[in-house]
């Protein structure tokens, strides 16, 4: 069974640049964030349609590199998870078939990305000024599926934290 480790976190914490850096150190495959691509195409608001349309497609991506994965683990640069904590703010209630999968698609590790790097502007971003609000929502999503989880901070040795723990989470598996 491929192990799925997960890089999550609030806007602008470093999480693509993070994932595509682990995948290179430890040789393996990633699963790209399907939302970015799909929102730089949205023409209007996002809707509840959309929300679940860019879950089906971080699922579908993930199972395409799941699919081809030669090692024992994968890079997802985040999850749909990030689907219910945006559809939750933005639209008030997140599709049903996101609730329903919370519990079905799990992942064996999640790294936690903190707010600690500096806001960078982005026009996929929205809110520099609530990255503690989405911090405490990630922890209190994360606590809620008992995920296990590991918070990464950091800004000129984060990569090394990062492996560090996904080192100790490899050795544990053992």
Known sequence: MIKKIAIVGPESTGKSTLTKSLAKH??????????RYYCAALTGPCTMQD????????????????????????FCDTTFLTVKIWSDEMLGETPQIVLDA?????????????????WEED???????????FMATWYKELDNLGANYVLIRGIEDRLDNAITAIDVFLSQQK
Do not use: C
């Not at 430890?26 to 939302?35: D, N, S």
């Not at 699922?59 to 090692?71: G, H, P, Q, R, T």
């Open 123 to 133: 026009p996929l971003r929205d809110f520099p000024h609530m990255r503690e609000h």
């Open 102 to 118: 919370l519990t079905e698609r799990t992942y064996d590790l999640y790294l936690l990305l903190d707010i600690d790097l500096p």
């Open 26 to 35: 430890y040789q393996t495959l990633w699963v790209a964030e399907f939302a």
């Open 51 to 74: 929300e679940t349309n860019m879950f089906h497609g971080q699922v579908a991506l993930e199972e395409s590199v799941l699919a081809m994965a030669e090692k024992d683990f994968i």
